[in-house]
């Protein structure tokens, strides 16, 4: 089993930065990579930017210059700096792990942007 605790949510004016931090814990082994998804409201859940282990990382195109995804392989921890908030960025942010097997999902930590 594996067990990931989102942090670092909040509510923040347009403009201003967040820091999402995801420790993971259990059976992390031949992890093929960590990701943020978010889901706004009446929306589905899209992917916000992923990093494998060979710390590849990709970004959705609407956060691309703004959000910077990292891991600290010691801590077992990824993370996610986002600069610029824009009200759009309102959702609740997921971490995923991906490895051999089913997908880990954390519980979400809400993210709100005010105009």
């Known amino acids: 089993q594996v067990q990931l605790v989102e942090s670092g949510g909040g509510l923040v004016q347009a403009g201003g930065s967040l820091r999402l931090s995801c420790a993971a814990s259990?059976?992390?082994?031949?992890?093929?990579?960590m990701g943020w998804y978010r889901q706004a409201p009446g929306k589905q859940r899209e992917l916000v930017a992923v990093?494998?282990?060979?710390?590849?990382?990709n970004y959705a195109d609407s956060v691309k210059g703004r959000f910077t995804i990292s891991r600290d392989n010691a801590k077992n921890t990824v993370y996610l700096q986002m600069n610029s908030l824009k009200p759009e960025d309102t959702a609740v942010y997921y971490c995923?792990?991906?490895?051999?097997?089913?997908?880990?999902w954390g519980q979400g930590t809400q993210v709100t942007v005010s105009s």
């Open positions: 995923k792990l991906a490895r051999p097997g089913p997908d880990y």
């Open positions: 259990g059976s992390i082994f031949s992890i093929i990579a």
């Open positions: 990093i494998t282990s060979d710390g590849i990382t």
